[in-house]
């Protein structure tokens, strides 16, 4: 082992046991952890890449930014009082980390924005918390706007007399109010505590590569999961953050390897996308590629939980994981909801670690499934609760929790509320099976069906995704008194009436095959996305008032009279088909590459080389923007061939 920058500690544990007693002794305050955080000043805190060149900032540098920012910033709100409520509105980059720390070492309590809600959600929870200002690198607000651009690098560095004593996240707003959850430097001690208990239980979690530990951020720092799982944990072990651009496929796996990155922590939307991205990459390189990888798939689950399950994995699949993420993960985390276990199966069994975690804005991080056994971690199991927090089940199958990390208070319509205590209602569905929890969906998603039971559309929409599916949710649609289940499957805009009709019938068979067909009243296929925006999952009650509001756009299947039929169309479709394993016949004239077809720029500009040896041309990397149907390259070729 060489240089896992632990100062004069020789082991992990000694290191984390170290500076938590620091935390205790030092007292359990903003300025103890601030000073902690940036202890090791030599380790790398973040990284970036800068074109060809990766950019480093130690934590020693990272330090000295925020001082002095902090110094522009106080400047900026000298009319503003210590103690208030400044909100900080960006996106994950170093300057967020640095505006973060300025608004605490200016003596404010930041209210962390959560950009995926509509800017009047952002007002109403700025008035709920008397917030005096925001700190923004783009949009403005009724309180006082400081944009980021503009609380510059000082060259003085501050000395605060007072710091901020609270940290506020807005929950995600997929219910009707958008509550406020209040966390001091005590709850997020005891955050880190129970994290050490990960450490200590998990030795796959601290493992190094190359004697780095690198997170993506994925997550946004924002949101209690992207807050404490990833920055508070991570950086408080000093630990290094590698910043993504964006969040393109190729982007994210491009990221990944050139930084070495060893965990990442994300939603289970970007698992489920990458999962498919990687199923699309092995169809589209043949039909014996891919039989042998379905079949090894299939025999690695006849192996189990067994170690040879775990060797086969790594040399069965190594082709895999070196087109995906490389060989430096060493542990990834998904939570905030639902995952499919197709995608757990698909990266546990390939050779990477999956696991299910589990937290609410209002407690916190509270679990994270530790076993290293694909039975737990493919059944989506979240684990048994971090040390410090305690986990019970009452008789009407919710989930409770209990425990010092919870938050301190949330804002609700203005009104301040403590958190209960004893324990903390979640309202999420859950089982217990020897100690290891499963999470079975929110008592509030549940439906009543014709026949008096209680439809859990957790547990139904996963069957249901079936071949031509983008989407599927299962709505509980109010007409009068009346309550009709309703399933609402996105589906390809430019879809045709047989692949309509096959999906019609392959989705009547499965409701058959799960005895639910009687309780199921209506389906419903619409051309809209399901998840749109910067949600990250399904909001159910958006969803729903829009499928009572008649708001959905109902597929029409494509006529293909209305489609060009020359020998060019015909051969720019079968372009279209090798590049996404798509059938020719499948693809209209209008559907747009990227938005309707779901290809990546990787396959895009693959078919762009292809078009362009065939058809002996040259296609400007400006016109990329223009061509991306089978119609906009079809009248470019007859113009230039």
């Not at 020693?60 to 900026?76: N, T």
Request: some cysteine.
């Amino acid at each position: 082992m060489g240089d896992l920058g632990l100062g004069k500690y020789k082991t992990i544990r000694e290191f984390v046991e170290s500076k938590l007693r620091a935390f205790e002794e030092r007292g359990l305050t903003m300025q103890t952890l601030f000073s902690l955080m940036f202890q090791e000043k030599e380790n790398i805190m973040y990284e970036r890449s800068r074109g060809y060149h990766i950019e480093t900032f130690s934590y020693g540098e990272a330090e000295d930014r925020i001082l002095s920012r902090a110094v522009s910033l106080k400047e900026q709100l000298s009319d503003i009082e210590p103690g208030s409520v400044v909100g900080l509105s960006m996106d994950n980059s170093l300057t967020w980390i640095e505006m973060f720390w300025a608004i605490i070492l200016c003596g404010y309590n930041p209210l962390l924005i959560n950009l995926r809600l509509s800017q009047e959600m952002v007002e109403g929870a700025l008035r709920d918390c008397h917030a005096k200002a925001v700190v923004s690198d783009q949009r403005v607000y009724s309180v006082k706007t400081a944009m980021s651009g503009d609380v510059g690098l000082s060259d003085q560095r501050i000395k605060p007399d007072t710091f901020g004593e609270e940290i506020l996240v807005m929950t995600s707003g997929t219910s009707r109010h958008v509550k406020i959850c209040a966390y001091s430097a005590e709850e997020l001690y005891h955050q880190i505590k129970g994290s050490y208990g990960i450490i200590r239980e998990c030795d796959l979690i601290k493992r190094h590569y190359e004697d780095r530990l690198k997170l993506l951020t994925f997550l946004p720092f924002y949101h209690t999961f992207g807050l404490v799982a990833v920055y508070i944990w991570f950086s408080f072990f000093s630990r290094t953050f590698v910043e993504l651009k964006d969040m393109q496929p190729d982007t994210i796996t491009g990221t990944v390897r050139r930084h070495k990155v060893t965990h990442i922590f994300a939603v289970p939307l970007f698992w489920e996308k990458v999962y498919e991205q990687a199923k699309k990459t092995i169809h589209l390189r043949g039909e014996e590629t891919k039989q042998k990888f379905e079949k090894a798939m299939r025999l690695r689950e006849k192996l189990g939980d067994s170690s040879a399950g775990k060797l086969f994995s790594k040399l069965a699949f190594k082709e895999v994981r070196e087109n995906l993420f490389g060989e430096s993960i060493r542990f990834m985390i998904t939570g905030g909801s639902t995952i499919s276990k197709d995608a757990m199966r698909f990266f546990n069994f390939i050779g990477y670690h999956l696991a299910d975690g589990y937290g609410m804005s209002e407690i916190g991080i509270t679990s994270v499934e530790l076993s290293a056994k694909p039975s737990l971690l493919n059944d989506c199991f979240i684990g048994k609760p971090m040390d410090g927090m305690e986990y019970r089940i009452n008789e009407h199958g919710e989930l409770e929790v209990k425990g010092k990390a919870v938050a301190r208070y949330i804002i609700e319509d203005g009104k301040r509320k403590i958190i209960n205590r004893d324990f903390f209602q979640t309202h999420d569905l859950a089982k217990c099976v020897d100690g290891h929890y499963q999470i079975l969906g929110r008592k509030d998603d549940l439906i009543i069906g014709s026949s008096g039971e209680n439809l859990n559309p957790n547990l139904i929409e996963p069957e249901l995704k079936l071949d031509g599916v983008n989407e599927v949710c299962l709505i509980g649609a109010q007409s009068g008194d009346q309550v009709t289940p309703t399933l609402v499957f996105s589906v390809n805009r430019f879809i045709t009436a047989e692949k309509l009709t096959a999906i019609d019938r392959a989705v009547k068979a499965k409701l058959d095959e799960i005895h639910l067909s009687s309780e199921i009243r209506r389906l419903l296929y619409v051309s809209d996305p399901l998840i749109v925006g910067d949600e990250f999952k399904l909001n159910r009650l958006r969803l729903k008032q829009q499928l009572e509001d008649n708001a959905f756009t109902a597929v029409v299947p494509l006529q293909l009279s209305d489609s060009l039929h020359d020998e060019l169309a015909q051969r720019i479709r079968e372009f279209f088909s090798a590049a996404l394993n798509i059938k020719t016949e499948e693809i209209a004239d209008q559907a747009d590459f990227f938005l309707d077809l779901g290809g990546s720029s990787l396959d895009y500009f693959g078919m762009i080389s292809a078009i362009e040896n065939v058809f002996s041309v040259k296609i400007p990397v400006e016109k990329s923007t223009e061509l991306s149907t089978v119609a906009a390259f079809h009248r470019y070729l007859s113009e230039t061939l």
